[in-house]
């Protein structure tokens, strides 16, 4: 079993994926020490999601989900005031084993949870090409907005990831993604997502010309 011994960032509404990149406005001074340790040290920042009821004991350790996602930092910009612009590349699931540390910010002992894929090739490779076609149809409606992948060949996991990454999502559907160990899974997920997505845009955009000017008429 590999494990890390990794910082914890909680947020009650940001999720972090494996292969994909996150940028954070880091302003609250425990966290902004965090970032200036793990920028000395190399240290990974796990991402998890805070538990319901979070806000009686922000400020202390409130609770948080049993997985989430280590990153390291790839960019880290100084701002006035001690605050920082940082930008976290996921790099693995984990899941916290003890708290190793609990202030000024908390540190966690954890296990690094495989990525796995268990179906055949064929229907690997069948899944990829739909994600991304399905993906290139839905960007097409706001081209501006949908981007995937800062490499020329991103494997199956990197497509996954990045998609679920961009749709808009409610925040347990990310989770329950997150979740899943099995990344075809995954993927089937996502594409059912992406489908329902493109079906209803689609079918406001053949209507479109039914819109009154005014928007007061109905």
Request: proline share 8%; with cysteine; glycine share 4%.
């Amino acid at each position: 079993m590999n494990e890390d011994v990794i910082a914890i960032f909680p947020l009650p509404n940001v999720i972090l994926f494996p292969k994909t990149l996150l940028p954070l406005h880091i302003f609250e001074p425990r966290y902004c020490e965090m970032v200036r340790d793990t920028w000395a040290t190399k240290q990974l920042i796990g991402m998890f999601l805070l538990q319901e009821g979070w806000q009686d004991d922000y400020y202390g350790n409130p609770p948080v989900h049993p997985i989430g996602c280590a990153g390291e930092m790839i960019h880290m910009e100084a701002l006035p005031e001690g605050k920082y612009d940082i930008v976290l590349r996921g790099l693995y699931r984990v899941r916290p084993l003890e708290m190793v540390q609990e202030f000024p910010y908390r540190k966690a002992r954890v296990e690094v949870l495989p990525e796995l894929l268990t179906e055949e090739p064929a229907k690997v490779k069948q899944m990829r090409e739909n994600l991304l076609s399905s993906f290139q149809k839905l960007a097409s409606f706001d081209p501006q907005e949908l981007q995937i992948s800062e490499s020329q060949d991103p494997d199956f996991a990197e497509v996954v990831n990045q998609i679920a990454t961009q749709l808009p999502m409610e925040l347990e559907t990310r989770f329950e993604l997150l979740k899943t160990d099995d990344v075809y899974l995954r993927a089937e997920s996502v594409y059912q997502f992406l489908s329902k997505r493109i079906s209803i845009l689609e079918w406001t955009q053949r209507f479109a010309h039914l819109r009154p000017v005014d928007p007061n008429q109905n």
